[in-house]
Every structure is written in structure tokens, then in C-alpha cells.
Nanobody
Framework: QVQVMETGGGSVQAGGSLSLSCTTSGNNYRPPALGWFRQSPGKQREAVAA???????RYADSVKGRFTISREYIKNTLHLQMNSLKPEDTAMYYC??????????????????WGQGSQVTVSS
């Protein structure tokens, strides 16, 4: 019994900012929320950002310098701050939890749990 819940997102004009948050819960354990992915109609799910247990952050080249990922360890909450948004950032954003041993941060197949997604829409 594991739940992954995203909040935030929304609609904004190009150049604006939005944020996303993700929390996990479970009766036996709480898997860590580690990464954000996004998917647009007709495209494959792609990695946006991830954070390691030691705090090391990873970003897709397309969002470097604009997005910031962070984690509140006590609350087990993952955040994504999105600044200088562009129309190409429009997508459904998903929180990914519990990366398997040896998994790479940008591979969606390495994560065991996913949220339902939160829509981000950026207009020109």
C-alpha cells in the first residue's frame, strides 16, 4: 500500500513560474520521492530532474538554469520550482518514487511508484 501524491502545477504565461510538490505514504514503508518526469501527447515520458540521497541534483539539459529540485527529508516531500517557463514545458508532470538498485535517474523504468500527474500549461 503505497501512495504518491502530486500537488501544484497550473497554467501560466511564458516567462512565469510554477511549482510542484510530491509526497509519499505507505503502511509498511514510505518510498522516497526522487524524480520528476513529464509527458506530452504523442511523446515519450522524459526525465526532468532528480535528487540523490546526498542532495546531488540532476537536470535535463532543457531545464538547467530554470528548474530547481529539492527535498524535505523529514517530511519526505519533493519539490520542483519552475522559473522562466516556456511553451515547450507544457506537459503532464509525474512524480517518481523508489529507484531500484543500480537504476539511473533518467530512466523511468527504474522507478517503482508513480503519481497520477499534474498538468503544467505554458502559453505564449
Amino acid at each position: 500500500q503505497v501512495q504518491v501524491m502530486e500537488t501544484g502545477g497550473g497554467s501560466v504565461q511564458a516567462g512565469g513560474s510554477l511549482s510542484l510538490s510530491c509526497t509519499t505514504s505507505g503502511n509498511n514503508y514510505r518510498p522516497p520521492a526522487l524524480g520528476w518526469f513529464r509527458q506530452s501527447p504523442g511523446k515519450q515520458r522524459e526525465a526532468v530532474a532528480a535528487i540523490e540521497r546526498d542532495g546531488t541534483t540532476r537536470y535535463a539539459d532543457s531545464v538547467k538554469g530554470r528548474f530547481t529540485i529539492s527535498r524535505e527529508y523529514i517530511k519526505n516531500t519533493l519539490h520542483l520550482q519552475m522559473n522562466s517557463l516556456k511553451p515547450e514545458d507544457t506537459a503532464m508532470y509525474y512524480c517518481a518514487a523508489d529507484l531500484i538498485p543500480g537504476g539511473v535517474w533518467y530512466d523511468p523504468g527504474g522507478y517503482s511508484y508513480w503519481g497520477q500527474g499534474s498538468q503544467v500549461t505554458v502559453s505564449s
